[in-house]
């Protein structure tokens, strides 16, 4: 990288290296500043649905960018994004079982695919460091430790199924400042929907995260839960469609969208 | 009261009835949609201090009103109210210890003293309610359980002593919600300071309040503390000043001002 760090690069760049292959891996962490997005592709005659499911469950699932059928850009969220090479990882689905992870998905590319671009919670999280929290996965350079909740989504045509929050550990004092900071951006999952008891949302064992990485809870701070755009993979998993494909949980779309555009206030 | 609940009284009518002894005890849940304040009158020579204390300690002691010395009305705040009857109880304090409690302190009047208005979370609860956020206290017809914490104020002159605080038990989701809400109203003590684990703020016992009623804390749900205007009592025994006038904890002025006025967005 001669000298240069990635979190130092813009957007563009990060998406040109992690195209070729240089970059690989999660991007929590990444173009500080910058909207991060989570990934959902279904064939147009379960995309009309899709989108309702998302608009009935806004905090797990907030639209920020969607394509016509068989187009692969993004223009809105940056000028030259292309859905099928720009993400570090991939997950291939059919009848809601996973059958390939790849970090490239062009040759399975069809006209009838529609790309839903949901925003990510590391998208805030420069925001929370910002003001002075800190986030232990990132200074572990670890993924956030996700987890299948028991909360359920609002079903919608054929999807339905169990909210997937991400955990991050901090005292009450820091998960108070972050659920205030946090509400300026609903449209990457705001604030909180639980903090403390993970038993109380169905979480049996904070060690035993179903994605992403064990992230340590220290003494005097509290698990503190957000809704995560990894909710869609569980509702795919229950709803089955033919075919479908999302990001890897934690390796995002990197957009070209600064979080203070999308503050709202 | 001829089949018109106090709640739905105007503050001006509130005050005529505390003033002439129709109403006493604590002022919780009287009002909803106005600002109540905690009170703490002193003499000249202490009361620049005290301002200072105050700036410095915004979120225990935030001034929305002070008079003039020797003046005992606080017309911004509600055109014909006068400090020295228009709250249900006052204590008397000399040298830091508590020589009086009464419902009315005109014979104690004295040229020099300045009176500070100090605004109350009792002035959210409507608006949480109005969220759908059930307060114990509230419907139980008691006053809230105040602690002395072990979070030091910021010194300033000769004032100096720990953060006196307000419990409120609800759900975590509550308590995300009740963070947001209480985020708009930083005049009257705004976002909590702390919630769940009472013994990271020294306080031993939830049962045993230092102030306030006992306020039980039910299966699923956390005890969320807010800083509280309490806290110059606690500030003043330790400081000592010769002679000085608060509320009685939970028996507050109650205020023309609408909570709406002062909401920061």
Redesign the interface.
Known sequence: MHGVTRNSLIPRELRQQIRTGAIQGQTSGMAPGFVQANLAILPKDWADDFLAFCHVNPKSCPVIGMTQPGDPFLPLLGEEIDLRSDLPGYYVWENGVRVQETTDVSSLWRDDLVGFAIGCSFSFEHALMDAGIRLRHIEEGRNVAIFRSNIPCAPAGRFQGPMVVSMRSMT??D??RA??IC?RFPNVHG???????PA?IGIADLNKPDYGDVVEIRP?E?PVFWACGVTPQAVLQTSKPPFCITHAPGSMLITDLRISEISL?
């Open positions: 009450p004092a998960a108070i659920i205030q509400t604030a909180p929907v639980h903090f403390g008891d109380a005097g509290v206030f």
